[in-house]
């Protein structure tokens, strides 16, 4: 689930029913908290109680310009701890795909 951090994150934590209906919590979240920081932490909005940080993917910084083949990119920088994507029944999973990025230590991509 992607969300900023102060706000579907911070709801997730403090409501598990909406309407009387259970809420699915998530496996893994991506996070919006531009910092600049490369902590994982999320703080102040999210609890390691709820989502250890092995469960979580950051985005902390945005409008960063990057050229690529000459090219000029607008894109966020992000760390990432957790999931990215997981196999869906009767699918294949993306880690698998020879052409994907796989990478199970915390790290930068931008």
Known sequence: MYSSAGSAITD???????AGHSLAEPQA???ALWDNGNSMTGA???????WPVASRSKQYAGNRVVKVGGIALNI???????????EVT?????????????DDRPGLLS
């Open 12 to 18: 997730l934590q403090s409501h598990t029913t909406v």
């Open 29 to 31: 979240i991506w996070f």
């Open 44 to 50: 102040p909005y999210m609890t390691s109680a709820v």
């Open 76 to 86: 966020d920088a992000d760390w990432v701890a957790g999931a990215v994507a997981a």
């Open 90 to 102: 009767g699918g294949s999973p993306i880690s698998n795909r020879p052409n994907s990025i796989r």
